[in-house]
């Protein structure tokens, strides 16, 4: 919906009219943080797409006279154990965060913000049923729930992501209950109702739409926790398998020999944390840009 | 006040049940069967069916679901979890043992997260927009993003391999070596306190902020008071409810990051004995550990919620 500043309009106590997607772009690319943010992500997403072109080397070529070498000029951050080159296993593990972010994130989103436009449009019984069960879930650890899921399921990148998936649940559940208790008392919505729209109508044409900005934040966010996770559950074994190059798996593979090549743990880590903190500030500069008490403001 | 104390309690109470058939329905809807599991681990091969019912019998496998999971309650209100498949042993007695280094370690996170967290976000929010506020924030947000293993990893070489300032692992208990033990802490729980310092800097800053834009601070300040006393004695009172709520997120994070640094440093405490019965599919040890951190978690997150209807009374009336 473009609205075009008109002269005049300017009455004191009414608010004056701007174009909310000038003034989206202008909040959100005030901050430099965020744009740096930004510029890390695009560059994530085109390194796990262009990784076979990026990449120096194959990520699981072994050679083993080359095990362990220190970062020169042939190997930029040296070799593993097997004498792969970590700067293509680090390029190659883009590739599962990604996935697993997007996948995991996926499912969360779709099923808990299902159960949270169920559970807030209804209330009563609906309401109660959903969301103790929610807050049940929400009694464990994020990383354990997911770690009990995995432990269960056995290890490997599907299970991982059904396993985050179903740990991350609860939180999209609660926040879109929240958010769907608030829209439908507006009287748009009561206006639904007396010219008798389906109750699937008014929750996805009309409820549904209003409640997504919080929820985009969120989503933002929770892809770098859930990246974490992942690299977490690989750490400890219960998550994506050796030898597949995910970062997680690596920082653990490299801890095991941090004395002789400290660069084996350090280069994935450094890249999961780069990638998490930058998903972390765009999701702050979409908070700031989508706050609807900015609403009307130039 | 007291009914909303006693609708806190039902819920809490109602939560922890959900939790419990959670817990029992994932354990026993496994694939695979805890007595076959158990024959092949024991010595026990060659078990003829016969001697399998037998045993299925014994360990009320053979009973309807909703009886099994009645036994397990029952067991579990009186302190017995069932026996390990691995170490042959009482689960409880084997979780008992792991507690105090986790208790210990975890504790000290939680302290120092507050203890550091909240006066870095008043300051903050009193200096916002200045340099001091920028470092800060940064730092914070930096804290909240950094795979709390990594950090271990990098503080364990640096620190321990490199410098050999500090021991790289292992746990000791105060009562026996109390500079041993605090040498052996400080990486553990610096690792597990910078999220809960970053988390609960950010959360003061930006309720601080909140608080500081209110018109009674307004008032405050045109009566002239100096900024000492408007910050705090009037905003911090209202400024710190909301940092509340992280002393529960903070207690979830802290478990989640225990399992971790556990590992990564080798300490015999919860998050690693649970480590191991996943792996190893020991299944009565990991349910009654879950059970046990769902039942801190919901007793933690139901002193918040009474604390906090105590002192914000617009709760109570919600």
């Given amino acids: ?298 | 006040m007291t009914a909303y104390i006693i609708r806190r309690l039902i819920l809490a109470v109602v939560v922890l049940l959900i939790t419990s058939v959670i817990v029992f329905l994932a354990m026993r809807l496994l694939p695979g069967d805890p007595i076959l599991l158990k024959m092949t681990s024991s010595e026990m091969r060659g078990t003829s069916p016969e001697q399998i019912e037998f045993l299925r019998h014994q360990f009320g496998l053979d009973k309807p679901l909703f009886l099994q999971y009645f036994d397990w309650v029952g067991g579990a209100v009186r302190g017995d979890l069932g026996v390990s498949i691995l170490y042959q042993d009482d689960v409880w007695n084997q979780v008992k043992q792991s507690l105090p280094p986790t208790a210990h370690i975890g504790g000290l996170a939680e302290f120092f997260g507050f203890i550091i967290g909240v006066p870095l976000g008043i300051v903050c929010a009193v200096r916002r927009g200045k340099w001091l506020d920028t470092i800060i924030t940064v730092l914070a947000n930096l804290g909240i993003t950094v795979p709390v293993f990594w950090l271990g990893i990098l503080l364990m070489y640096t620190f321990a391999l490199e410098l050999r300032w500090l021991p790289a692992f292992g746990y000791t208990s105060p009562v026996d070596d109390f500079w041993a033990s605090t040498r052996q802490l400080i990486m553990p729980v610096f690792c597990l306190a910078v999220f809960p310092v970053a988390a609960v800097m950010r959360q003061t800053r930006s309720s601080m902020l909140e608080v500081m834009r209110q018109d009674y601070i307004r008032t405050a300040w045109s009566k002239g008071l100096r900024e000492r006393m408007v910050v705090m004695k009037h905003a911090l009172k209202n400024g710190l409810i909301p940092v509340l709520t992280f002393v529960g997120l903070g207690i979830t994070n802290i478990i989640g990051g225990l399992v971790l640094i556990e590992t990564v440093f080798n300490i015999p405490g919860t998050g690693r004995l649970m480590v191991f019965s996943i792996l190893n599919q020991d299944y009565p040890i990991t349910q009654g550990i879950t059970l046990i951190i769902a039942i801190v978690v919901v007793v933690v997150n139901l002193i918040i919620d009474i604390s906090y209807g105590w002192l914000d009374p617009r709760i109570r009336y919600n």
């Fill in chain 1, 1 to 298: 919906m473009a609205k075009e500043i008109v002269a005049g309009m300017d009455i004191p106590g009414v608010p004056p009219r701007v174009n909310e997607l000038r003034r989206f772009v202008r909040v959100f690319t005030s901050r430099r943080v965020v744009l740096f943010g930004m510029v890390v992500i695009v560059l994530f997403l085109l390194t796990a797409a262009f990784a076979p072109w990026l990449a120096p080397y194959d990520p699981y070529e072994q050679h083993l006279d080359q095990s362990l070498d220190l970062p020169s000029r042939t190997h930029l951050l040296g070799t593993d154990t097997l004498g792969r080159d970590t700067l293509s296993r680090v390029i190659f593990g883009s590739r599962y965060s990604l996935m697993v972010g997007v996948i995991a994130l996926g499912i969360a989103a779709a099923v808990g913000m299902v159960l949270g436009l169920v559970a807030g449009y209804f209330g009563g019984w609906a309401q109660a049923a959903i969301m103790r069960l929610m807050d049940s879930l929400m009694a464990f650890p994020m990383i354990l729930l997911a770690m009990i899921v995995a432990g269960m399921l056995g290890p490997g990148l599907r299970n991982v992501m059904v396993a985050l998936g179903i740990a991350l649940v609860p939180g999209y559940a609660r926040m879109m209950c929240g958010q769907a208790l608030s829209v439908k008392e507006n009287d748009y919505i009561l206006a639904e109702h007396s010219i008798g729209a389906s109750h699937i109508r008014i929750m996805l044409n009309h409820i549904f739409p209003n409640c997504l900005p919080p929820l985009i934040v969120m989503i933002t966010m929770m892809m770098g926790t859930t990246m974490l996770a992942e690299a977490g559950l690989s750490f400890l074994g219960i998550g994506i398998e050796i030898p597949n190059a995910a970062w997680g798996g690596m920082i653990a593979e490299g801890y095991k020999y941090v004395i002789d090549a400290p660069v084996l743990s350090i280069a994935p880590g450094a890249a999961l944390m780069l990638v998490v903190f930058s998903f972390n500030m765009v999701g702050d500069g979409l908070r700031d840009a989508l706050d609807p008490r900015l609403r009307g403001t130039i």
